[in-house]
């Protein structure tokens, strides 16, 4: 199995997770978890005897926490400092659950690894998405599923800064409004719309189940905030036909049974 050093130091950046922030908010993680694992539990009944893989784990605390869950789990991420913090954190849990540096665009895993693939917030951070995409189908096996969560760029406000029409803007301009909000000195985000993403994924099948946490955020684990509480008082089928301008989507995707990989 290879180890977090595999790859060179200053690899290519790919999934860069999380905010550092939220990296060490423990309390979030576990929400998030429960998140996945809840809108996993409306397709696989019972998941303690399957196999987990989270790409762009991060910090590895959602891994961890979904571990409980699995008969085994593995995190990767090719963003050094979030492994490192779970080096740093809980070395002896890694024995367990480990956590490896590798590139989304070339896994190293064989076909037909995993049951379930888990895909949070990653795909923006990625470089090459429809490798990401490629991978991701080609480790899951027949009929496993995937959860996806990622932002939209429709929606006005993006999320990773808090911008107003950030993710609309060329990459040029995004970077110059960063810099004159001193946030940072580089917008490296690549934000899809909702039909771009379905391009994107569409050798699988797709259940899109953002209205379900909308409808229904404590059984998600979701902060029920303002809009929230306005969206969930609009009829059922306006809140799903709205999907195209969700702020972030959550999908879980199926592996067709007879899919192949080339």
């Excluded at 189908?137 to 939209?152: A, I, Q, Y």
């Excluded at 950030?166 to 990459?171: A, K, N, Q, T, Y």
């Excluded at 946030?183 to 379905?198: D, K």
């Amino acid at each position: 199995m290879s180890s977090r050093n595999s790859l060179p130091r200053h690899a290519p950046r790919d999934s860069v997770g999380a905010q550092t922030g939220l990296l060490h908010n423990a309390d979030n993680r576990r929400s998030k978890a429960i998140k996945i694992q809840s809108a996993l539990a409306r397709v696989i009944g019972d998941t303690r005897n399957l196999s987990l893989l989270d790409l762009g784990c991060a910090s590895g605390r959602i891994t961890q926490a979904l571990a409980t869950n699995f008969r085994s789990a593995i995190g990767m991420d090719v963003n050094e400092a979030g492994l490192r913090m779970a080096f740093e954190r809980a070395p002896a849990v890694l024995d367990r659950v480990p956590l490896l540096r590798a590139t989304a665009a070339a896994l190293p895993f064989v076909n037909n690894a995993f049951d379930v693939v888990i895909c949070a917030q990653v795909y923006e951070h990625v470089a090459d998405q429809r490798a990401l995409a490629a991978e991701a189908h080609r480790v899951l096996k027949p009929g496993g599923w995937m959860f996806f969560s990622g932002p939209n760029r429709i929606w006005p406000i993006e999320g990773h800064y808090k911008l107003l029409g950030l993710g609309w803007l060329p990459r040029n301009l995004a970077t110059a409004y960063v810099r004159s909000a001193g946030l940072g000195s580089e917008y490296e985000e690549n934000l899809l719309t909702t039909p771009q993403l379905r391009n994107l994924f569409a050798k699988f099948e797709t259940i899109d189940v953002t209205s379900d946490m909308i409808r229904n955020p404590h059984a998600f684990q979701i902060d029920s905030g303002i809009m929230l509480k306005l969206a969930r008082r609009l009829p059922k089928v306006i809140l799903h036909r709205l999907g195209w301008i969700y702020p972030n989507l959550n999908w879980l995707l199926m592996k067709r049974h007879d899919a192949e990989d080339g």
